[in-house]
């Protein structure tokens, strides 16, 4: 028998036939896609959930006494525990389901409205994509609170040192993102929670980037709101979750009124359901809630350990390959980092560099990733930015590089 001493054999050949896209031509070439952080492709695996939903049990949740109904919530509150045992929360009722990240971040916005003063302070980071900045300016505009802001340096990580001397008895709420969207730094969440609760605030952490490469652990993180969308991690779109612990869940007020989110409901008054219900009014996205159940599913079969170690490998590779282009600058340059790069080369518009790479079948993101402050640092209007997800290939990532070539020589 062989014995297994070489480094574990990552099968991206064969995960790629899970996903059909990989296998289509765009504009007459191979479809290269390294646009992951703007939203992951889809395994056949979860489009079958979604079809199966539709073809086999496509019925309301929680009300219907008959049978379909009854297989939909199980799916459904089966999704939830699947999702709780991922990111390890003490209780499925601490999740959430929501529309994404976006509508996550502004239940929690909405929601201390009422536990604000005049005055209490807000921390932010100079690093965070716009969903994480503007629910809270206008929370800020509601209540009076003030918005403080930990600055970043060229590496594209957080002054860890400005952040202390940010925090002080009047802050009620730090909010930060796990990974950067736009360059992929890993913020040292552990830290930035430790010394929020030391001075007494809570914390919520934008997971959406970070998800799909770190398996988050918020009991490990003491973290009080964690959230992320599917779309990024193999699931569809229009689906995600809010983690919050229990106590916090309970402290805030319901965000919309509607069907599902009540226990009684009379015209002198309404009284609100119990935790999750009552933060899910109205039928909510059945398909894609259990869809992301069986996105995580479909990722822990591979293992996150896995995906990281062979997502850094691409990382490594394609850093040092890129940077032999003359002129190309890569911007976020922190030890940890996913594999997301996000460059410009010289003085060359990354508009143009897309669409020039994009008729050659390769999809990347350009412009401000959602992240004008970062752009604003660095005194730039956008890059290129190629993200990477388990299902890439060093092949891909040397089509990628030639395409760049061409595009510089045909832009300089
Ligand atoms: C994508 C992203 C969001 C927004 O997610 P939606 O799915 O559009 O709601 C927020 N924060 C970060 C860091 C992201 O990458």
């Known amino acids: 028998m062989k014995v297994a001493t070489e480094k574990a054999h990552f099968d991206v050949e064969s995960i790629r ?25 889809t395994p ?14 496509n019925s309301n949740i929680h009300r219907g006494v008959h049978s379909l109904s009854q297989e939909a919530t199980d799916a459904y509150e089966q999704a939830r525990i699947k999702i709780q ?37 807000l921390v932010v980071s100079a690093l965070e994509h716009h969903s994480n ?22 590496h594209g990580m957080l002054d860890l040192a400005e952040y202390e001397n940010l925090l002080s008895e009047k802050t009620k709420l730090v909010f930060i993102n796990h990974v950067s969207n736009a360059l992929g730094t890993v913020n ?44 990024k991690m193999c699931g569809p779109t229009g689906v995600g979750i809010l983690y919050g612990k229990e106590e916090w869940l309970n402290k805030l007020p319901p965000y919309q009124g509607g069907g599902e989110m009540i226990a009684t409901v009379t015209f002198e008054k309404t009284t609100y359901a119990d935790l999750p ?27 996150f350990d896995k995906i990281a170690a062979y997502e850094q490998e691409l990382l490594e590779y394609a850093t040092e390959k890129l940077l032999k282009i003359e002129g190309l600058r890569i ?15 010289g003085e060359i518009h990354p508009y143009d560099i897309g669409t020039i790479i994009d008729k050659l079948g390769i999809a990347v993101r350009t412009g401000h990733h ?32 030639e395409a760049l070539e061409k595009a510089k020589k045909m832009l300089s």
């Open 17 to 41: 036939k899970d996903f059909p896209i990989l296998s289509r031509k765009v504009n007459g070439y191979p479809l290269v896609y390294l646009d992951n952080a703007a939203t992951s492709q």
């Open 277 to 303: 219900h009552k933060f899910e009014a109205g039928t909510p996205n059945i398909s894609g809630g259990i869809a992301f159940g069986d996105a995580l599913d479909y990722m822990n079969t591979i293992g």
């Open 370 to 401: 959602c992240a004008q402050p970062v752009m604003d640092y660095y005194k730039i209007p956008g890059t290129v930015r190629a993200s990477f997800a388990f299902y890439n290939t060093k092949a891909e990532i040397d089509t990628f590089v």
């Open 85 to 121: 045992k991922h990111f390890n929360a003490e209780k499925s009722n601490e999740i959430i389901f929501t529309s994404g990240t976006t509508h996550a971040i502004n239940l929690v916005a909405s929601g201390f409205t009422s536990l604000l003063e005049k005055g209490d302070e």
């Open 331 to 345: 911007y976020g340059v922190s030890e940890e980092k996913t594999a997301v790069i996000s460059f410009n080369i």
């Open 188 to 231: 040292p969440v552990q830290k930035i929670i430790e010394k929020a609760h030391a001075a007494g605030a809570a914390v919520l952490l934008d997971g959406a980037q970070a998800a799909p490469h770190i398996k988050a652990d918020v009991q490990a993180l003491d973290v009080d709101f964690y959230v992320v969308s599917a779309h």
């Open 44 to 57: 056949q695996q979860v489009i079958n959930s979604i079809t199966n939903y539709y073809s086999q049990y």
């Open 133 to 154: 900045i503007v629910p809270w300016q206008m929370l800020c505009e509601r209540t009076g609170a003030i918005m403080k802001v930990i600055p970043m340096n060229e």
